[in-house]
């Protein structure tokens, strides 16, 4: 089901990720939660939910990567 705000995101979300990061993945999930209804629009076996939150971390991940030293997630650097 959706996320109504940041606060809701499971722990995994809110630990870990700064609160723009937090933003993205709302969005992000709750986007594909409506896109991905159908199984049809799905790949394998993956639920409703599992997609959306496969979406919602990729969505992360183009703004943002994890720093493995210090094992927090940061901005990617811009090129301009």
Same mark, same amino acid.
């Given at each position: 089901?959706?996320?109504?705000? @940041?606060?809701?995101?499971?722990?995994?979300?809110?630990?870990?990720?700064?609160?723009?990061?937090? #933003?993205?993945?709302?969005?992000?999930?709750?986007?594909?939660?409506? #896109?991905? &209804?159908? &199984?049809?629009?799905?790949?394998?076996?993956?639920?409703?939910? #599992?997609?959306?939150? &496969?979406?919602?971390?990729?969505?992360? &991940?183009?703004?943002?990567?994890?720093? @493995?030293?210090?094992?927090?997630? #940061?901005?990617?650097?811009?090129?301009?």
């Amino acid at each position: 089901m959706p996320f109504r705000n @940041i606060s809701d995101l499971p722990g995994a979300v809110t630990d870990y990720l700064p609160k723009h990061g937090q #933003e993205i993945y709302l969005a992000a999930y709750n986007n594909a939660w409506d #896109e991905y &209804k159908s &199984k049809s629009d799905r790949r394998g076996d993956a639920t409703r939910e #599992e997609t959306a939150h &496969k979406v919602a971390w990729a969505a992360v &991940k183009n703004v943002y990567h994890k720093n @493995i030293k210090t094992g927090k997630w #940061e901005p990617k650097p811009t090129s301009v």
